[in-house]
């Protein structure tokens, strides 16, 4: 009996460094070619760059390629032809997907694919599922609210493709979806932290059920960095008994990274498909060395609808030193996705990353799921709040908790917050994106 | 094992497959059940593509 396959793809995800830069090269002066060909927007960019496709010869001239923001695609697709504006590369006939960004950094971004673009799509879910487990044997279930958003949808088809049985948890409450898993034991599951976190609390304090004891394995996340902290991966594992990965995605990116089986702190960049940059972000300088921070430069080789080419994610990540044990040569990025340019904020002068202080909760035992960040101002100084619910049952350990949450935090954020305990379940409840930190300095 | 596999060989079943389909594709303008269907399975070579037949003449 042959040996079951540890790769989706066991030629592209064991290809030496030196052969994933020549097909990195090949690959992106062929969509750059298509793009300065099929969009004017991209077009028009590239020649007030004074760039034409015979400019990429070597892997070097691709960092002098301008690079595509957000905001960019916001304010072209303002303008005619609705909705797409000057960005799409195909007649509109040939668009079968609609998606679009969330909106959390402003108005969403609208993401048109052809159904290659949507095969693509889920067949970067696939290099994800696969290294994480999922099988043809696994039932998934997904309790993702179908709609214009992307995840999940590409999540759902690739476990198709590999196989699987999927159960769409579409318009079900959570608790008719803790009923749902219940009856029909799936195995798998994919969701946000936030919501993994909600459902488990649900099922054990509203419902009397022990997530642990339901039939879930492996859950894949995505959407917030939650399954890259060790805390709240460690939580979330617990809670439901079953293994933890992270992946990374995003509707104008496509599925980019992954975390494998052996879970290596770190997210395995899918370096066949797409072309990760980190730069400096004082100095604009592409790092390639281990251990330096940076935000992420990203271009997808093969989407034709409408292409990313060194889209400016403001994703922070770093390359990790250290190669994977599981036999992949494409890179990790150590820690995941570390943060985003736009949430890094200075309080007193100091630098905080919001993922630092869901660190210090999510490892503190006795606090719920739920916590909420709020920068103010107190006269002309800063002032930062952070409210926390206790557990039902763990009242009595008010006291010791708040010298343990205080002294961590001085301890890794450098700050000193003022705390407030409230009731459990008062705190807003997210089911997709959760918005903890909630800067008010902007709107005084 | 894939280690066993004649790359070249996967890669001009691969090449053969796409120009029938497109050929297929180009008979069938006006017969919307033959001609989208061959457009789905031309994205599907295209994956075939990717995991594959890009990776030739590194």
């Known amino acids: ?444 | 094992m894939f280690q066993d596999l004649d790359i070249k060989e996967i890669e001009e079943k691969i090449h053969l497959m796409k120009k029938n389909v497109e050929e297929l594709n180009e008979m069938v303008n006006g017969f919307p059940a033959l001609e989208k269907n061959t457009s789905r399975i031309l994205a599907s070579i295209n994956m075939l593509e990717i995991n594959l037949s890009d990776l030739l003449d590194l």
């Open chain 1, 1 to 444: 009996m042959s040996k079951e396959p540890i790769f989706w793809n066991p030629l592209l995800e064991t290809l030496p460094q030196e052969k994933i830069r020549k097909l990195q090269l090949k690959k992106f002066k062929r969509i750059f070619g298509w793009v300065y060909d099929h969009s004017k927007f991209h077009r028009s960019l590239y020649e007030r760059a004074g760039m034409t496709p015979a400019d990429i010869r070597s892997f070097e001239d691709i960092r002098y390629v301008p690079k595509v923001e957000k905001a960019m695609m916001r304010e072209i697709q303002q303008r005619d032809p609705f909705p797409y504006g000057d960005t799409l590369c195909v007649p509109l006939e040939e668009v079968v997907e609609f998606h679009q960004t969330s909106g959390s950094t402003g108005h969403p971004v609208y993401q048109a694919d052809t159904w290659q673009d949507w095969e693509w799509f889920s067949e970067s879910w696939a290099f994800i599922l696969w290294a994480q487990g999922y099988r043809p044997m696994d039932r998934v279930f997904i309790p993702f609210g179908y709609n214009v958003f992307v995840a999940f949808w590409s999540g759902h088809y690739a476990a198709e493709k590999i196989g699987c049985e999927v159960i769409p948890g579409g318009v079900l409450d959570t608790k008719a979806r803790i009923l749902k898993i219940q009856e029909l034991k799936p195995t798998a599951m994919m969701g946000t932290p936030t919501y993994i976190l909600s459902m488990a609390a649900t099922a054990k304090n509203k419902m009397g059920i022990d997530p642990s004891t339901l039939t879930i394995n492996k859950i894949t996340c995505a959407g917030e960095p939650g399954a890259s902290i060790p805390s709240t991966k460690k939580r979330m594992e617990e809670m439901w008994g079953a293994k933890v990965y992270d992946h990374a995605g995003a509707t104008e990116i496509g599925a980019w990274s992954y975390e494998c089986q052996l879970q290596p702190e770190g997210m395995h960049v899918n370096e066949a498909l797409f072309l990760v940059e980190i730069e400096d972000i004082e100095t604009g300088e592409i790092i390639e060395d281990p251990g330096r921070q940076g935000k992420m430069i990203i271009t997808a080789f093969d989407r034709q609808a409408m292409p990313c080419i060194r889209f400016d994610s403001k994703d922070i990540i770093e390359w990790d030193p250290e190669p994977c044990q599981c036999g992949r040569t494409f890179r990790l990025i150590k820690g995941g996705v570390i943060g985003r340019v736009d949430d890094i904020t200075k309080v007193k002068g100091v630098l905080l990353a919001p993922s630092a202080i869901e660190e210090v909760v999510r490892e503190i035992e006795g606090l719920g799921e739920e916590y909420e960040v709020v920068v103010d101002k107190e006269g002309d100084v800063d002032r930062i709040t952070l409210k926390v619910e206790l557990l039902p049952g763990k009242e009595d350990l008010q006291a010791s908790i708040k010298n343990l949450i205080t002294d961590q935090l001085r301890l890794k954020t450098n700050l000193r917050y003022n705390l407030e305990f409230h009731d459990y379940g008062t705190l807003p409840r997210y089911e997709v994106k959760a918005r903890r930190f909630k800067d008010l300095r902007k709107t005084h």
